[in-house]
């Protein structure tokens, strides 16, 4: 198990434009305000979106490009570092325009038709990904 314990530091509250890609909009929030660690969530609407399933068998994720307007009706997310980057990890739940529900972890190339989201950093040393051999994961190595 890895365990780690935080405070809470600042909160922030903000909107991405329309046309923006959700992942580099955020990374660009958490570089200009310094945010290494923390949880996101958000909720809004895409004009398109990439999110996978990780198949556990074949350890690679399948991907599904969606090219419509749908809804955000959850994005939630955590912060840490990977390639010596920051790193959003997002996973999110889109409604679609007959109500059925896509979701899954969200790649780039998600285009913002109108975002909210807000962000918790938190106050410490941020958690680091690297690859797991195991699971074929980029998890959480401390």
Known sequence: MILREFKAGRIYQGSLGKGKEIIDGLAEVMRRHEITAGTISGLG???????????AQTKS????VFHEHMEIVSLKG???????????HLHVVFSRKDFSMVGGHLFEGSKVYAFEFEIVSFEGKSFT?????????????G
């Open 129 to 141: 990904r690297g690859f797991d051999k195991d699971t074929g994961l980029f998890l959480w190595k």
């Open 61 to 64: 994720y399948i991907k599904m």
């Open 78 to 88: 955590n912060i840490s570092f990977k390639d010596n980057e920051v790193f959003p």
């Open 45 to 55: 609407a895409v004009s398109e979106a990439q999110i996978g399933y990780f198949n």
